[in-house]
C-alpha cells in the first residue's frame, strides 16, 4: 500500500513542483521552498535546534497557523528551553509562521515520500511532533511512529464533509490513527468521529477550539492607528471583505456599487484569500470601472482612499490589522461552497461579522456567532446589501454585535490550558 502511496506521490510531485515555483516567485522563496520540501536544509537554518529538545508544530496553511499560536507561546512558557519549529505546506500560512516570534525554526512541510519524512525526521530529531486540526500525512506519522517520536492532534476536528470520506477508508485511517498517542478535539462530535474512525477511546479528549484563544498586540486593536496605515478616511465606513475566492469579489463588488449611493461613506477594502489572485481581481475591478489601489502600493504620506473606491491587499499577514480598521467585516469561503474561513478574527476586533450560507467547516462556530448575536449569515445578494445598507447606517448596531461576538470569545476560552495539560503528560512532565 505504501509502495503504490510513494508511487502516487511520485507522479503527483511532477505537477506540484511546477507549481510551487511559480507560486514561489510571488513569495521571493522558490530555491528555499523546493529545497525544503524534499527534506534538504542549510545548515544553519536548524541551528537553533542544537542540543535542545524539540518539539515540532505542524499547522497546513493560514487558518490552522493562526489556531496555533496560542498553543506555540503556551509551549514557550512551559518549555522555555526547547526548541520549536513550525512547519506549513502553503506560502500564505509560511509568512503567516514568520510573524511568529516564539518559533525558532520555521520550514515548508516535506514532500510525504517514506525516504524523505524518514530524513527529515532524524535530521531535526523531535521530542514531540503535533499536529493541527486534522492534516495526516501516512507516511510522516507511520515514521514518527517508526523513530518512537510521540504525535498528538490537537484542535482535531472531522467536518460533515471529510467524515464520509474517511469511513470509505476507515481499515486504512484507524492504522495511521493507531499511531498517535493523544487527540486533542475541538468537539464532542469531533470526538466521537475520530472513535467511529479508529482511534482509541483512551487517546481522545475534548479541550475545546484553540481559536478562542487568540490574543492580540494593543497596537494592532488600535482603530485610528490601522486607519493611517492603510490610508482610509476616518470618517468612512469602512467594509472589509476578508479572504475571499473567485466568485465573491464580483458578488461584493456589485453589492458595493448598488450600495454607494445609499451609503455615500462607504468605502471597500478586499483582501483575496490567496493574493497571487490579485491581478485578476484588479482586472475585474478595471472592467466594473471602479477606482481602486493596491495594498502593495501604498506608502507613507500616500493620499487616502475615498469612498466609493477599492482597497485591494496583495500583500500576506495583516487580516487582523484590516479588521481592526474596519466598520464591518465579511468574511470569505462562505458565498461559494468552499465551506468558510475563521469568523472569530473579527469578533476579536470586536466588529460585526457576516458571511455566507456555505459555512460547513466552521459549522459550530458559526452557530455560536449567530447565538450570540455577534454577526449575520445571508443567503442571497438582495439579503446582503439590505443587511450592509441597515449596518452602514447604525454604529450603535454594529458596536453591539462587535462587543457581543468579543464575548463570545471570552466566555469559550481555555482550549490551550487543557491541551498544554495532555501534552505535559506526553512529555513526561
Not at 95 to 101: G, L, R, W, Y
Not at 264 to 292: C, F, I, N, S, W
Not at 369 to 380: D, F, M, S, Y
Amino acid at each position: 500500500m505504501y509502495l503504490l502511496y510513494n508511487i502516487a506521490l511520485i507522479l503527483a510531485a511532477l505537477f506540484l513542483i511546477p507549481v510551487y515555483l511559480i507560486r514561489g516567485v510571488r513569495y521571493g522563496k522558490t530555491r528555499r521552498g523546493i529545497r525544503e520540501r524534499i527534506g534538504l536544509y542549510d545548515p544553519e537554518k536548524l541551528a537553533p535546534l542544537a542540543g535542545r529538545d524539540v518539539i515540532w508544530i505542524h499547522a497546513v496553511s493560514v487558518g490552522e497557523t493562526r489556531a496555533a499560536i496560542p498553543l506555540i507561546r503556551a509551549l514557550r512558557k512551559t518549555w522555555p528551553e526547547a526548541g520549536i519549529v513550525l512547519s506549513n505546506v502553503t506560502e500564505t500560512g509560511h509568512a503567516i509562521a514568520a510573524t511568529v516570534k516564539e518559533v525558532d525554526v520555521r520550514i515548508f512541510f516535506p514532500f510525504d515520500l517514506s525516504w524523505v519524512v524518514s530524513r527529515v525526521l532524524r535530521r531535526i530529531a523531535p521530542k514531540l511532533v503535533i499536529i493541527v486540526e486534522t492534516e495526516i500525512w501516512p507516511n510522516f506519522v507511520r515514521h514518527a511512529k517508526r523513530q518512537s517520536i510521540p504525535l498528538v492532534l490537537v484542535n482535531g476536528r472531522i467536518s460533515d464533509r471529510s467524515f464520509p470520506r474517511y469511513l470509505r477508508v476507515r481499515g486504512i485511517f484507524s492504522q495511521l490513527l493507531s499511531y498517535f498517542d493523544a487527540f486533542c478535539m475541538q468537539s464532542q462530535q469531533d470526538a466521537d468521529r475520530i472513535k467511529v474512525l479508529g482511534a482509541s477511546p483512551a487517546k481522545v479528549q475534548v479541550t475545546h477550539n484553540l481559536k478562542f484563544d487568540m490574543a492580540v498586540d494593543t497596537a494592532v486593536v488600535d482603530r485610528a492607528l490601522q486607519r493611517q496605515r492603510f490610508c482610509l478616511p476616518e470618517n468612512a465606513t469602512v467594509l472589509v471583505a476578508g479572504s475571499t475566492h473567485a466568485g465573491e469579489e464580483e458578488l461584493v463588488v456589485n453589492t458595493y456599487c448598488a450600495l454607494r449611493a445609499r451609503c455615500p461613506g462607504l468605502l471597500l477594502t478586499l483582501v483575496p484569500r490567496h493574493p497571487e489572485r490579485a491581478p485578476a481581481v484588479a482586472e475585474m475591478l478595471t472592467k466594473q470601472k471602479v477606482d481602486y489601489r493596491l495594498r502593495s502600493q501604498l506608502r507613507n504620506g500616500s493620499s487616502l482612499l475615498q469612498p466609493g473606491s477599492v482597497l485591494l491587499v496583495d500583500t500576506l499577514g495583516e487580516m487582523l490589522s484590516l479588521y481592526a480598521a474596519a466598520d464591518v467585516v465579511l468574511v470569505g469561503g462562505s458565498f461559494v461552497p468552499v465551506g468558510g474561513h475563521n469568523i472569530l478574527e473579527a469578533s476579536l476586533m470586536k466588529r460585526p461579522v457576516l458571511f455566507g450560507p456555505y459555512m460547513h467547516n466552521f459549522k459550530e462556530i458559526s452557530k455560536l456567532v449567530l447565538q450570540a448575536g455577534g454577526g449575520w449569515q445571508t443567503k442571497t445578494a438582495d439579503e446582503l446589501a439590505q443587511l450592509l445598507s441597515e449596518l452602514c447606517a447604525d454604529n450603535t448596531l454594529r458596536t453591539a454585535a462587535g462587543e457581543a461576538g468579543y464575548e463570545l470569545i471570552a466566555r469559550n476560552a481555555g482550549a490551550t490550558a487543557e491541551t498544554v495539560a495532555v501534552l505535559q503528560k506526553i512529555m513526561g512532565d
